[in-house]
């Protein structure tokens, strides 16, 4: 008997028999059963992949046989858009290029219905002169604030249709700078006139006209007109008109 001690506390005890072959063979058995489910997985899976390597490779096959269709399809379609944007181009260009003769027309038409009132003006206005007038002085504004277009008309009243007025004329325009008054003669301030002096020759009228750029800070007040004819008959004038816009 073991000794106790009393008053401790009495642990159960099983008794095993030591056994060491049967732990062994339990073990290798173990083994066994482990190796045969994966050997067994691996050769199912094997099997059923040989089993399958048909449909996917048909399947593949035809995969292959749609995009080769696919490509050829999307050729012919980028060919047919590459057509079209070069036909839209075209379109663009043509539809452009008639809206911009539509427009030219217009401002054309729109200007000759302008001459044709400024002339009706011209020849319908009275006066008790003879030899060397002014017909007209009108000033047009345009896109830019600072740019307006001029139209002066001399004309030979009574003129009997065989002699030639000859002479020249003197545009100036007259305004202020702040304080101080300025005077600027056309060939300063417009591009179409080089000359102070402006050749005249005509038998009935001439048209000056052209576009003019106000000076920085310049106002425009009055426009002065000084003309002398030399033939037929000597004379000279010097009138002024008032600054007034009468419209683009």
Not at 53 to 68: F, H, T, Y
Not at 160 to 186: K, W
Request: charged fraction near 25%; glycine fraction near 8%; proline fraction near 3%.
């Amino acid at each position: 008997m073991p000794n106790v001690v009393k008053g401790s506390k009495q642990e159960q005890m099983v008794v095993v028999p030591y056994r060491p072959r049967r732990r062994a063979l339990l073990i290798t058995v173990l083994i066994s059963v482990v190796a045969a489910s994966v050997v067994g997985g691996f050769l199912y899976g094997y099997c059923r992949g040989l089993s399958a390597q048909g449909v996917v490779q048909d399947e593949r096959d035809k995969l292959e046989a749609e995009l080769s269709a696919f490509r050829i399809q999307n050729t012919d379609l980028s060919r047919q858009v590459a057509i079209l944007d070069r036909s839209s181009v075209v379109d663009q260009r043509a539809t452009a290029e008639v809206q911009a003769t539509i427009r030219n027309l217009r401002e054309q038409l729109a200007q000759l219905q302008q001459d044709v009132v400024f002339y009706r003006q011209v020849v319908s206005s009275e006066t008790v002169d003879t030899g060397l007038i002014v017909g007209q002085m009108n000033i047009y504004g345009t896109s830019d604030p600072g740019r307006f277009r001029y139209k002066l008309v001399m004309r030979q009243q009574d003129a009997d249709g065989d002699s030639y007025l000859r002479g020249h004329v003197n545009v100036n325009l007259v305004g202020r700078r702040g304080d101080e008054q300025m005077i600027f003669a056309l060939r300063d301030i417009s591009d179409e006139q080089d000359q102070l002096d402006i050749r005249l020759r005509f038998k009935y009228f001439q048209t000056i006209e052209g576009e003019l750029a106000l000076p920085t800070g310049f106002e425009p007040e009055r426009i002065q007109i000084a003309a002398v004819a030399t033939e037929p008959v000597g004379k000279s004038i010097d009138q002024y008109f008032s600054w007034m816009v009468l419209g683009d």
